[in-house]
């Protein structure tokens, strides 16, 4: 089985099923359409899943509520634990996945 039929068999964080079908959709879209390189791709699902289990711990109830404010706060406090290229990383996958 290639690496994108396997990707699509993943199920979409809970944050994002939570802003319904189509979010969901685009969402696995991203990851199989968007993205070509393997590594890449890999990376940037480890960044948006710990994305989404950050904002999943503050309790926001879908990607939908998502503002620059919460994107701040997340980018800040990766900078105390990340190094300035990782942080530039995880910021590049979430914009690129809001796009």
């Not at 993943?10 to 685009?26: I, S």
């Not at 710990?50 to 404010?69: H, N, Q, T, Y």
């Not at 634990?81 to 996945?97: D, E, F, G, N, Y």
Request: charged letters at 15%.
């Amino acid at each position: 089985m290639n690496q994108l039929a396997t990707l699509s068999i993943y199920p979409a964080p809970v944050l994002v099923t939570a802003a319904g079908e189509r979010a969901a959709y685009r969402f696995l879209e991203f990851f199989t359409a968007q993205i070509r390189n393997p590594n890449t791709r890999r990376a940037y699902a480890e960044a948006v899943g710990d994305f989404c289990s950050w904002m999943e711990a503050r309790g926001l109830p879908s990607i939908a509520a998502v503002g620059s404010i919460h994107i701040a706060a997340y980018v800040e406090e990766l900078g105390h634990t990340h190094s300035a290229p990782t942080v530039k990383q995880r910021l590049a996958a979430i914009r690129m996945m809001f796009n």
